[in-house]
């Protein structure tokens, strides 16, 4: 039984002053977390939201259907002109993120210090 995707947006600074939102994701990411994924990153002000972040830390489980909608995100964001980095998948999530290619929209980083440190 795949458990509800949770998403909040926490608002940090970057080592260079930045301001950087981080969307930080809770549970499995299915074709049911449209809402908690893209709904959550649309919502976001284009304008100011130019550093992101994704936090996988707390998120078990990411089909096929999730790993779409989080492909569909960061087009969206790489035609906003918006940088996206993401941290906290498992080694296998790294690794199935690698071989579909998300390396090329987005940085991926073991820690949200070690993303922080690249922006």
Do not use: W
């Not at 002109?81 to 980083?109: C, D, E, N």
Request: glycine fraction near 6%; avoid cysteine.
């Amino acid at each position: 039984m795949q458990s509800e995707t949770k998403s909040r947006v926490d608002q940090l600074t970057s080592p260079a002053g930045h301001p950087v939102t981080v969307l930080r994701f809770e549970g499995d990411i299915a074709s049911t977390s449209k809402e908690a994924v893209l709904g959550a990153y649309q919502a976001l002000p284009k304008t100011t939201a130019k550093l992101i972040l994704l936090d996988f830390t707390k998120v078990d489980y990411i089909n096929s259907s999730g790993i779409a909608l989080v492909i569909q995100m960061l087009i969206e964001a790489s035609n906003n002109a918006q940088k996206v980095y993401a941290y906290g998948l498992s080694a296998h999530f790294t690794k199935v993120f690698t071989m579909v290619g998300i390396t090329k929209y987005a940085g991926l980083f073991p820690s949200q210090a070690e993303a922080m440190a690249a922006l």
